[in-house]
């Protein structure tokens, strides 16, 4: 009697019946792999996402005007002052003689800019920040340092940057739960199709005097493995088609704007998530689906 119980024989007992069973192992390990694939690939979309948007914000930046008063190389000294701000990723100083090339250049040929004077233009600091939803704080508090006369910046930018990048983590939380669902609902059925041929085996073992758990336990190690397997196998797939993807972005000079995070650092973070999950839906499934044939 002990040795129904023994690690061994339940493992050995599992190992059996995915053989003996291949097609519809097959079939199951199939179904998580695509499931995974559905899965991992919305995530690395939202993933790159996360990330152009964290991109584009580091970019957005607002201007720091000098007080005309203040000489050229006092103005420079005011940038230690100014990136020591909370918030401050760096400043880059742009002369006037910079500011007025660069809006002569954006309005060439437009009568309504030409020959401006050179004293509308002033020395000023180009601010770019950690947190652009911080904009307002680090605004007022580098309004503070002495020898800035006044600031520039666009806010409503930065509050479309903290919606559009809420509403798509929202958006991905809830669609991944949802595919999650879906892929437990469809691998427990297919798990319950591998187990249907076996139900007079269930019943006879039930009938001989098998408790429910000896019954169940080499199922739940038999999913187990299919989980994991599908895991493995989906973490490879996934690897070389978002190589493959990548590179036919990367490769195309019409979307340059898109930039592509490599798949290297958030390998182990998909492996383990394949593995976690193939491990989940395997043994839920399997236990879903045995939970009918032990009503005897």
């Known amino acids: 009697m002990r040795q129904r119980y023994n690690l061994g024989y339940l493992f050995s007992e599992g190992f059996h019946s995915i053989f003996t069973h291949g097609f519809m192992s097959f079939a199951a390990v199939c179904m998580i792999v695509c499931c995974l694939l559905i899965m991992g690939s919305f995530s690395l979309v939202a993933v790159n996402a996360a990330y152009n948007f964290s991109d584009l914000e580091k970019d957005n930046q607002f201007s720091a005007f000098i007080d005309e008063t203040i000489p050229q190389e006092q103005a420079r000294a005011l940038q230690d002052e100014i990136e ?13 003689e910079q500011a007025q090339a660069e809006f002569e250049q954006d309005y060439v040929g ?3 800019f030409e020959d401006l004077p050179s004293d509308v233009y002033r020395d000023r600091f180009h601010i770019y ?11 007022a508090a580098v309004k503070q340092v002495e020898g800035v006369a006044h600031t520039n910046s666009a806010p409503e930018i930065a509050e479309g940057f903290g919606v559009i990048r809420n509403i798509a983590s929202a958006v991905a939380i809830i669609l991944v739960g949802i595919l999650l669902l879906v892929s437990l609902f469809i691998i427990s059925n297919t798990i319950k199709l591998a187990f249907f041929n076996r139900r007079d085996e269930i019943a006879i073992m039930k009938m001989c005097g098998a408790t429910n758990s000896f019954v169940r336990w080499p199922f739940v190690i038999e999913g187990m493995i299919l989980g994991l397997s599908g895991g493995i196998v989906a973490f490879f797939l996934q690897w070389g088609i978002y190589s493959l993807v990548s590179q036919a972005i990367n490769g195309t000079d019409s979307i340059d704007l898109i930039k592509v995070v490599s798949f290297q650092p958030v390998a182990m973070l998909v492996l383990g998530s394949f593995l976690l999950i193939g491990l989940v839906i ?3 499934g399997a236990l879903l689906a045995i939970r009918k044939f032990l009503q005897v």
């Open 84 to 96: 020591a701000v909370p918030n401050v990723a760096r400043a880059e100083f742009v002369t006037k």
């Open 110 to 112: 437009n009568p309504l």
């Open 129 to 139: 920040l950690e947190d652009i939803s911080k904009l307002a704080e680090t605004e």
């Open 282 to 284: 395997g043994v839920l």
